[in-house]
């Protein structure tokens, strides 16, 4: 059987032959799609000038909300794409994750103890960042967002213990700046 300019590709492969296991006939639903991949993508401009994707911030927050199950691979891409941006001293692409994380503070509440010790070690990495206050302060406004959002200690068994006497006195002194204002 030859394949006609006619009839579509959809309707028959390019085959030509009608089989049952035709992978060109299978439907694209089935094939398994990465959503939360795209939406971390669609969040961050294409230019530094530009700023967030407010709207796929929601969605992905959204995303999480509904499937649970994925925080911990969205928390992983976010984690790894933080301190590669840390490392590579792209504040803004670092100012965004960290964005990202307030949002899903605040509206996945119930899930928090599937991303609390991964927003730990990144809050504990900016308030390392000698050079940077500006990373130090927005890991206080972190911190501060964190602990505002406890829901009855829900986090508190799966969190390791952040111990808050590791802080330095700048670190006390800053923290104590941002709450005065």
């Known amino acids: 059987m030859t394949v006609s300019g006619v009839i579509s590709r959809k309707v ?16 694209r639903s089935r094939q398994p799609v990465k959503r939360y991949k795209r939406l971390i993508a669609d969040i961050f401009p294409r230019n530094q000038e530009e700023g967030p994707n407010d709207r796929k911030i929601g969605k992905l927050c959204d995303y999480a909300a509904k499937n649970p199950l994925r925080i911990p691979k969205i928390v992983t891409a976010l984690e790894q794409k933080c301190y590669k941006e840390l490392r590579n001293e792209n504040l803004h692409t670092t100012k965004i994750v960290m964005a990202i994380y307030k949002k899903l503070l605040s509206s996945c509440t119930e899930q928090m103890p599937l991303f609390a010790s991964s927003l730990i070690s990144i809050i504990h990495t900016l308030l390392d960042q000698q050079r940077q206050d500006e990373m130090r302060i927005i890991g206080c406004y972190l911190l501060f ?6 829901v009855g200690f829900t986090s508190a068994s799966t969190v390791p213990i952040f111990n808050f006497m590791d802080l330095t006195f700048q670190y006390d002194l800053l923290f104590l700046t941002i709450l005065l204002y």
């Open 12 to 27: 028959l492969p390019a085959c030509g032959n009608l089989c049952f296991f035709c992978p060109s006939l299978r439907a």
């Open 145 to 150: 967002d964190f602990v505002n959002n406890q």
